[in-house]
Structures are given as structure tokens and as C-alpha cells.
């Protein structure tokens, strides 16, 4: 079983910056996509950024330009590197790890979420 953790949320003024991580443990045959995805008050859960075992990464259009997302495979963690924030990324994110267990296909591993507030 595999498990994820956030950390790095809280309240930031607009065009300021956040650093997010998220940390996986247990035991797997591997890790394969990590990343992150966000869900404001009164909308659905959508995709950020994400990042493949072999480094590639994804970028939801509304972050590309101001989001980074990297990995370290020796902690098993990775990061989300927020600049030029604004209001509207506001939100929960949340951490996912797509791993493999020993025996039986790949699933999903969730975070609780860390609180993201732009505002002034």
C-alpha cells in the first residue's frame, strides 16, 4: 500500500509564490505518474500538473506559463513550484501517485489535500 502527503499550503498575496510537496511511502513494485490536481469551492477536481516515471510532465493551459512540477525519485516526492499567483488559483490540492503493487494492476493513491489561499 501506498500512501501521499502535501505540505506547503496557506495564504499568499496575489503575484506571490508557494512551493508544494508531496511525499510518498509504502511499499511497491514502483511509482509511475505523480502529481497534482486542485478543486476551488463550487467546482470539480481538476488536473494541474503532472509528471511520468520517465520525467515527462503535463501542464493543465491556465498554469503552464507560471507552474513548475519536478520529482525526486531518491525521496519519493514531488514539488509544485507556484509563481504568479492569483485569486483564482485558490483552492485544495491535492497530491496523487499512480503505483504499482506487486501483485495486480496500478491504482491511485490520494492526499488530503493542502488549503491554497491567494488574497490580499
Known amino acids: 500500500q501506498v500512501q501521499v502527503m502535501e505540505s506547503g499550503g496557506g495564504l499568499v498575496q496575489p503575484g506571490g509564490s508557494l512551493r508544494l510537496s508531496c511525499t510518498s511511502s509504502g511499499s511497491a513494485d514502483a511509482i509511475n505518474d505523480m502529481g497534482w490536481y486542485r478543486q476551488a469551492p463550487g467546482n470539480e477536481r481538476e488536473l494541474v500538473a503532472t509528471?511520468?516515471?520517465?520525467?515527462?510532465?503535463h501542464y493543465a493551459d491556465s498554469v503552464k506559463t507560471r507552474f513548475s512540477i519536478s520529482r525526486d525519485y531518491t525521496k519519493h516526492t514531488v514539488y509544485l513550484q507556484m509563481n504568479s499567483l492569483s485569486p483564482e488559483d485558490t483552492g485544495v490540492y491535492y497530491c496523487?501517485?499512480?503505483?504499482?503493487?506487486?501483485?495486480?494492476?496500478?491504482?491511485?493513491?490520494w492526499g488530503q489535500g493542502t488549503q491554497v489561499t491567494v488574497s490580499s
Open positions: 509528471v511520468s516515471r520517465d520525467g515527462t510532465t
Open positions: 496523487y501517485a499512480i503505483w504499482k503493487p506487486y501483485v495486480g494492476p496500478a491504482k491511485p493513491a
